[in-house]
T-cell receptor
Framework: DQQVKQNSPSLSVQEGRISILNCDYTNSMFDYFLWYKKYPAEGPTFLISISSIKDKNEDGRFTVFLNKSAKHLSLHIVPSQPGDSAVYFCALRGGSAGGTSYGKLTFGQGTILTVHP | NAGVMQNPRHLVRRRGQEARLRCSPMKGHSHVYWYRQLPEEGLKFMVYLQKENIIDESGMPKERFSAEFPKEGPSILRIQQVVRGDSAAYFC???????????FGQGTRLTVV
C-alpha cells in the first residue's frame, strides 16, 4: 500500500532550465509536505516545505506547489545547476487520525535528478 | 553547531550477531526518528521517540528490533540476531518539536555477512 509515489525514477535537465519533480499521494490526512535532497552516502537534507493550508511556497530557486484536490505536490528548481544533481524525495507528514503519527514522515521512492552543464 | 550525529558510519555484522546503532540528536532537539532505506527504495519510517518515551513504533519489525532514547545519552537502535535482509542504510533524524522540520544524520550502513 504505497501512499506516496514519485512516478519518475529519473529526470535529466540542461543547466539553466527548469527542473520539475512530482509527487502524488493518496491519503488526504497528510497535512505537511517536505522535499529533501540526498547525495550518495549522505543523509537527506531538508530543502523546502509547505503546509496544507497553502498552495505555494518559494525559497530562492526552489518553489513547492501543492494541489490538494489532485493530491499532487511538485518541486520546481529554476534555474537548474549541476550542483542540484542528486536524489530528491518528497516526504509527507501526518496521515492518520489521533495525532500520534505527527512526527512521522512517509517518503516517496525518490527521483534522480541530473543537471547537465 | 553539530548536526545529527550517527555512529558508526559503517557496521559489518555476521548473521546472528547483534547490531547497535547510535544517534545523537541536534542540540536542543528532543524528538528522534529512525528510518531504514533498502537499496533502490525510499526511506521507511521505523520509530519515533521522545526522551524516555516511544511515541510511534508502527514501522518497527515485530521481532529482533528495539529502540530507546534515554534521559541521558544517544538514542540506540538495536537489532538482535541480524539476518542478511537487515542490510540497509539506517538514518536517524531529530526535531525540536514534533511539528517542526526533521534534520537527518549521515546514516549507518549495516552489512550483514
Amino acid at each position: 500500500d504505497q501512499q506516496v509515489k514519485q512516478n519518475s525514477p529519473s529526470l535529466s535537465v540542461q543547466e539553466g532550465r527548469i527542473s520539475i519533480l512530482n509527487c502524488d499521494y493518496t491519503n488526504s490526512m497528510f497535512d505537511y509536505f517536505l522535499w529533501y535532497k540526498k547525495y550518495p552516502a549522505e543523509g537527506p537534507t531538508f530543502l523546502i516545505s509547505i503546509s496544507s493550508i497553502k498552495d505555494k511556497n518559494e525559497d530562492g530557486r526552489f518553489t513547492v506547489f501543492l494541489n490538494k484536490s489532485a493530491k499532487h505536490l511538485s518541486l520546481h528548481i529554476v534555474p537548474s545547476q549541476p550542483g542540484d544533481s542528486a536524489v530528491y524525495f518528497c516526504a509527507l507528514r501526518g496521515g492518520s487520525a489521533g495525532g500520534t503519527s505527527y512526527g512521522k514522515l512517509t517518503f516517496g521512492q525518490g527521483t534522480i535528478l541530473t543537471v547537465h552543464p | 553547531n553539530a548536526g545529527v550525529m550517527q555512529n558508526p558510519r559503517h557496521l559489518v555484522r555476521r548473521r546472528g550477531q547483534e547490531a547497535r546503532l547510535r544517534c545523537s540528536p541536534m542540540k536542543g532537539h528532543s524528538h528522534v526518528y529512525w528510518y531504514r532505506q533498502l537499496p533502490e527504495e525510499g526511506l521507511k519510517f521505523m520509530v519515533y521517540l521522545q526522551k524516555e518515551n516511544i511515541i510511534d513504533e508502527s514501522g518497527m519489525p515485530k521481532e529482533r528490533f528495539s529502540a530507546e532514547f534515554p534521559k541521558e545519552g544517544p538514542s540506540i537502535l538495536r537489532i538482535q540476531q541480524v539476518v542478511r535482509g537487515d542490510s540497509a542504510a539506517y538514518f536517524c533524524a531529530s526535531s525540536q518539536q514534533g511539528n517542526t522540520e526533521a534534520f537527518f544524520g549521515q546514516g549507518t550502513r549495516l552489512t550483514v555477512v
